[in-house]
């Protein structure tokens, strides 16, 4: 009777731990996913900050939302000053997010549909990248027309 009872107990100790590890996995899928789609939504949401910002012309946030590659960390400060000068001549507006799309942990491609007194309408690929101090920023002088 006793290896009967063990043999029981066993199982049902096995069944036990199917059970949970299964429920972990889902409960580790599910916060990963979730985690994933807030990812999404900052990034989606440093693009907007980006563009109200050349909207409303304050070279400040236009500078704390974005990387831009074509200044080098020498070159940094005055960013703000060139961005001012920039904005007071030239107009850029989002028309439209067309979609996000993720490429890892810490990076995205929005396609945006922009319009630039230079170019008119055009659509355009930017990334979004995860900092090391945890904010996403637009990245700036990598923009590709979109495919």
Do not use: C
């Not at 580790?28 to 989606?44: C, F, G, I, Y």
């Not at 490429?103 to 549909?113: S, V």
């Not at 170019?119 to 923009?143: A, C, H, R």
């Amino acid at each position: 009777m006793k290896t009967r009872k063990t043999k029981f107990l066993m199982a049902g100790a096995l069944a036990a731990v199917i059970v949970l590890g299964g429920g972990a996995g889902y409960l580790v899928h599910t916060s990963s996913t979730n985690a994933s789609q807030l990812d999404e939504k900052d990034a989606e949401q440093t693009v907007k900050n980006y563009f109200a910002a050349l909207e409303t012309k304050n070279a400040e946030d236009a500078v704390k939302y974005s990387i831009d590659t074509r200044y080098g960390p020498e070159q940094e400060g005055s960013r703000k000053s060139d961005y001012r000068e920039l904005m007071a001549s030239n107009t850029s507006l989002l028309k439209n997010i067309d979609k996000i799309v993720k490429i890892d942990e810490k990076t995205f491609t929005a396609t945006l549909d922009v319009y630039t007194n230079d170019n008119g309408n055009i659509t355009l690929d930017f990334p979004v990248t995860l900092t090391e101090d945890g904010s996403w920023k637009i990245v700036i002088g990598q923009s590709i027309p979109a495919q």
